[in-house]
Structures are given as structure tokens and as C-alpha cells.
């Protein structure tokens, strides 16, 4: 593993390996094997960033379950909307089910609010969260994630799936902007 990284004009340091990132994962999984035991949940992992944590969770998940992938695509709309939603590529009913949202970061909480009302209207028998990284201090809104990878400071991270302009997705490490 390379202590540091360069990604186009940007320095990076590795903030969490990729070891330890498996371990709490795997511990994550048995949590939800036993919380969801008999339920037979819908995984939705949200693209692109969530496919690592995925990938990682769903090795170590043991449980009759579904596995699907969904995306938010988010687009400036006027002036007083802000930035819009888009929920795309969710093709199940989801009525009467236990859903999870599998998802790579919730920074502002924004995207994560936006997909759980969205999913919501469609009457699941219940919806949880998880998160493998969580940044409690840059949340413009209340939000609590149901499950969670690592709590970080506000500072932007790559690697194991999130991006710095879509470079970094496959590094193997977590690493965070050298200041
Ligand atoms: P939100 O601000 O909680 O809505 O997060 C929206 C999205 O911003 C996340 O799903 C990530 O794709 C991206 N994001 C937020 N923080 C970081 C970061 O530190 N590195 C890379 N992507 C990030």
C-alpha cells in the first residue's frame, strides 16, 4: 500500500487500509444476518460509488436476500430548487419489502434524506441504511444512518469506490486530502 497518492493536482494520505475496511465490514454483515434473519431483504446498492462496500458486504452476508443496484443522478435546477433529484434504475416493486440502501459516503445527508423519502412513497415494509463512511459534522440535515462503516472528520476522501473526479474508485485503501 502507498502511504501517499497523487491523483491529478491533489495529494492524498491513506487514512484507513484496506484490512481494517474488510474487518468492519465483515462485522457489519453479521449484524445484518441477524437483524435480518427470516426477512429475506433488497439490497439496493447505490452506483457508482457503493459498489466496493457492496461487493465487501455482500460476501459476508449469509441471509436469504436480493441484491440490486440503483443511481441518483442530481442536476441544478433553478435558482430556488437547488439541486434536483433523480431516482433511476429501480426496477423492483419494493411494496411490503425490507429494504437497505447500501451507499458509499452521507456527507451533507442530502442524497441519503432524498432516496429514503423517495423509496419511502413506495411503501416498503420498512427501509434502513448503510453507510461505510459517515461525516457527522457536514450534515446540513438530521440523518442517521442505520449502519455504519467508519465515522471521519468533513474532509474529502477517494479510494474504495469514491472518486476525485472519478479517478481513485479502485484504490484498495480509504485516503484523505493532505491539507
Ligand atoms: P451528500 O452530500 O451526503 O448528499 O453526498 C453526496 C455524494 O457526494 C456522495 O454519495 C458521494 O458520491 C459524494 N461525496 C461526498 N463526500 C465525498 C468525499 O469525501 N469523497 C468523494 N465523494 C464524496
Redesign the pocket.
Known amino acids: 500500500m502507498m502511504q501517499e497518492i497523487q491523483i491529478k493536482d491533489k495529494i492524498f494520505r491513506v487514512m484507513i487500509e484496506a484490512e481494517k475496511i474488510q474487518s468492519r465490514i465483515n462485522f457489519l454483515a453479521s449484524q445484518i444476518n441477524e437483524d435480518y434473519k427470516d426477512k429475506k431483504p433488497l439490497f439496493l446498492g447505490?452506483l457508482n460509488?457503493a459498489f466496493l462496500f457492496a461487493a465487501g458486504l455482500f460476501k459476508g452476508i449469509n441471509i436469504e436476500c436480493e441484491i440490486s443496484f440503483i443511481r441518483?443522478k442530481s442536476y441544478s435546477g433553478t435558482e430556488s430548487t437547488g439541486q434536483v433529484k433523480n431516482l433511476i434504475g429501480l426496477n423492483e416493486n419494493i411494496q411490503g419489502r425490507h429494504i437497505i440502501v447500501i451507499?458509499?459516503?452521507?456527507?451533507?445527508?442530502?442524497?441519503?434524506r432524498y432516496l429514503v423519502d423517495e423509496l419511502k412513497k413506495q411503501h416498503p415494509a420498512s427501509v434502513k441504511f448503510a453507510t461505510m463512511?459517515f461525516?457527522p459534522k457536514?450534515l446540513k440535515q438530521p440523518f442517521n444512518p442505520d449502519y455504519i462503516g467508519f465515522e471521519i472528520e468533513p474532509?474529502?476522501?477517494?479510494g474504495y469506490g469514491?472518486?476525485?473526479d472519478e479517478l481513485g474508485r479502485n484504490l484498495n485503501d480509504i485516503y484523505v486530502l493532505k491539507k
Not at 452521507?106 to 441519503?112: F, H, L, N, P
Not at 474532509?155 to 477517494?158: D, G, H, K, R
Open positions: 447505490v460509488g441518483v451507499e458509499d459516503i452521507v456527507d451533507t445527508g442530502d442524497t441519503a463512511l461525516k457536514a474532509e474529502f476522501v477517494v469514491l472518486d476525485y
